[in-house]
């Protein structure tokens, strides 16, 4: 094996997606104290130690303790790289999850044992269903009183629709928490004993060999029976399915006890894909070809509010980056020397000399990148698809306080646009800036942003929800721009409507049925 392919192979890269309270920056941070990526537990969310992290750095969710932003977290472990990239928990972040789902391998769901199947895990799951990422769950907070074991893997194929595979299955819960049978392994870990206690190694009949106090326990028994019956009527399990997605290997545990979150980090490096190859205009991209090439799917302001710079975070999809090297940006056709780039450490950013395909690197960026941009090294060009886009369903319209500070107005709309936090549309007649979002929220981050790193005040004036359609064909006819039915440009210069509800549209629908009307969301 060459070198670069070694490299590539070691690579795992993946986002938690949980309902926000599963436990998602808990189980983060224990990954990351496993990898010596950071000493103190309360380092990703400085809630416990008032110390805040990367992945908490906007003003706003201090204010609300919510993580808006989704941020990336490397470390080593036992010969491998692993990344993991954050994703908001909030709904109305829910594009910027989206995104970051592009530039995964797969994903890891945490399920809180006491409230099963979330609506925002869901979401998320049906996200990664479409897109074939492989799923791998961890049930958390099994030290507390939760749903019974059984029931959750019922609620699980029953909800998901997903057949899966319990890797291990625990020993009672709540106060009665033992441990876990740990059927990948053939062994017990038990819950609050001394280390030398902890792993009880089972025999060919899946059972403890001669004396144990674990033995007495009828919750040991009750374990066992449970084994039995998913070993006879339960799946098996299959590495090739889990590798497509169509086996959902499933962990107990508890991430505040830090309980059984070794074991799943053992299990998930040791099942979890390697990078896999990614569609393109040139057809699938080989993540071990030499070439170098990567896509944006992130870009972020102000990470660092005393740097006041900007960030775009590449995922590189095939060869090997060496900082100083020059790419090719398809869109433009322009040559870029890449000389500032950046890995992420959960409590620090250093400076990458070299990352691999898999990896995750952030880019400085003067404003040369847009979201969704293809960098390649070869001399072949191609793009990668097209980031999935989302329709806005809320509308304000949007002007600066003071008309003194218009240029500081504009500078900060375009720099939020081009991140992708916002969407910006202008009225064709009258020329008025409106934005769109998904969520409320979005509006209220915006506003924040503009007032402390833009310096200007804006007024918002409520639109409510829109239904936005774009227009096939451009050349239209702008008096059948009113009211309910409002012509605009996007930031492309292409045309849309802001449809007031869906009479208003089903009517315009009819009345003119040569304008073909097109929902972004039904492309991607
Ligand atoms: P999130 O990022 O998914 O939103 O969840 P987070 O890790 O912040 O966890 C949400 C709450 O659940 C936290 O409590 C956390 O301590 C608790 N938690 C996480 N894992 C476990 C677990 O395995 N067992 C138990 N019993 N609790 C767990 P909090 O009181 O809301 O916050 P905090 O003030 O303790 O940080």
Redesign the pocket.
């Known amino acids: 094996m060459n070198k670069l392919k070694d490299h590539v192979l070691s690579r795992k890269t993946f986002a938690i997606i949980?309902h926000?309270?599963?436990?998602?920056?808990?189980l983060t941070e224990q990954l990351l104290l496993f990898g010596g990526a950071i000493r103190d537990a309360g380092t990703v969310?400085g809630?416990?130690t008032g110390k805040f992290a990367t992945s908490d750095w906007m003003e706003i969710e201090k204010q609300r303790g919510i993580?808006v932003t989704s941020s990336v977290m490397q470390f080593d472990y036992d010969g491998f790289r692993v990344n993991i990239l954050d994703t908001p928990?909030h709904q109305d972040f829910s594009e910027d999850t989206y995104r970051t789902l592009t530039a995964v391998d797969s994903a890891v769901m945490?399920i809180d044992s006491a409230k099963g199947i979330e609506e925002q895990t869901l979401k998320l799951f049906k996200v990664c269903r479409m897109r074939g990422i492989p799923i791998f769950t961890f049930i958390?907070?099994l030290?507390?009183e939760g749903k019974a074991p059984l029931e959750l893997l019922a609620e699980l194929e029953e909800v998901l629709g997903i057949e899966s595979y319990p890797m291990n299955w625990p020993i009672g819960m709540g106060k009665q928490f033992l441990g876990i049978y740990d059927r990948h392994h053939n062994r017990i870990e038990q819950f609050r004993v001394d280390k030398k206690d902890k792993f009880i190694p089972l025999n060919e009949d899946g059972e403890i060999d001669g004396e144990h106090s674990l033995k007495e326990s009828p919750l040991y028994e009750q374990t066992l029976e449970e084994i039995m019956l998913l070993d006879e009527a339960g799946n098996e399990f299959s590495t090739e399915r889990v590798a497509e997605g169509n086996l959902i290997p499933v962990f107990f545990g508890?991430?505040?006890?830090n309980f059984g979150v070794q074991t799943f980090l053992e299990s998930y490096l040791e099942f979890a894909p390697m990078p896999q190859a990614r569609n393109s205009t040139a057809g699938k991209i080989d993540p071990l070809s030499e070439e170098f090439s990567g896509f944006i799917f992130k870009i972020q302001a102000n990470m660092n509010p005393a740097h006041r710079d900007r960030i775009a975070f590449l995922r590189i999809c095939s060869g090997k980056f060496d900082r100083g090297m020059n790419v090719t940006l398809p869109r433009t056709g322009k040559t870029i020397k890449i000389a500032q780039s950046t890995q992420f450490m959960a409590d620090d950013r250093s400076t990458v000399e070299e990352a691999v395909a898999g990896d995750i690197i952030g880019l400085y960026d003067p404003g040369t990148y847009q979201i969704g941009d293809t960098l390649i090294s070869g001399k072949d060009s191609f793009q990668y698809e097209r980031l999935p886009q989302f329709t806005p369903e809320l509308f304000v319209r949007v002007t600066a306080k003071n008309v003194m500070k218009q240029k500081h107005f504009h500078k900060g709309i375009q720099q939020l646009v081009q991140e992708g936090a916002i969407q910006l549309f202008k009225t064709v007649k009258t020329e008025e800036y409106l934005l769109g979002a998904v969520g409320q929220l979005q509006f209220e981050v915006f506003e924040h942003r503009m007032r402390n790193e833009y310096n200007v005040e804006v007024t918002m004036e409520r639109l409510g929800s829109k239904i936005a359609r774009w227009i096939e064909n451009d050349e239209i006819d702008e008096n059948l721009s009113n009211s309910r039915s409002l012509l605009v440009h996007d930031r492309y210069e292409n045309k849309a409507f802001l449809f007031e509800n869906d009479f208003a549209l089903r009517w315009f629908q009819d009345k003119n049925p040569n304008i073909k009307l097109y929902n972004p969301m039904d492309l991607t």
């Open positions: 949980s926000p309270d599963a436990g998602k920056t808990t969310k809630k416990k993580s928990g945490i958390n907070k030290d507390r508890s991430a505040l006890t």
